[in-house]
């Protein structure tokens, strides 16, 4: 992507970014301050076909591709989830986690670790339009009640 394609990328998204970090908890949005999100075209991420998102703690960024199943703000909220997953949640709490996951009946095509399944559901939880398959009520009070 040339350097043109990139500023005009990243400045169409800042608005809208700006506009879903003020609809998570103060603590939460305060893990990305230091971050600058980068937005990439393409299903997956340049050169990775793995993934659609990525953070990179050393460059203090947080690359996000544009993917065909899931809307950029859910992709933004997954890779947040990453970061309070890692950061704010307790073992307890991720122990916790793993067990709601695991008693929570998914689909064959949405099976997939507590880590992963945590980040889709906070991605659920706070998306203008978040995927059906990760909507649960007990997983969303679970979020909703993590420090703010």
């Known amino acids: 992507m040339d350097f043109k394609t990139f500023v005009t990328l990243t400045e169409s998204y800042e608005k809208d970014l700006k506009k879903t970090l003020k609809k998570l908890p103060k603590r939460h949005s ?26 990179d703690n050393k460059r203090r960024t947080i690359t996000v591709a544009a993917p065909w199943n899931f809307g950029r703000e859910m992709t933004v909220l997954h890779e947040i989830g990453h970061l309070v997953w890692n950061i704010l949640l307790t073992k307890e709490q991720q122990q916790k986690w793993a067990k709601i996951a695991k008693r929570t009946k998914l689909p064959k095509d949405a099976k997939q670790n507590p880590e992963e399944l945590f980040c889709m559901a906070y991605g ?3 998306a203008h339009r978040p995927p059906a398959a990760y909507l649960h009520d007990e997983w969303e009070r679970f979020i909703k009640a993590l420090p703010k």
């Open 124 to 126: 659920a939880t706070y």
């Open 30 to 55: 305060q893990l990305v301050a230091k971050h600058r999100f980068v937005f990439q075209p393409g299903n997956e991420l340049k050169g990775d076909g793995e993934h659609i998102g990525i953070i």
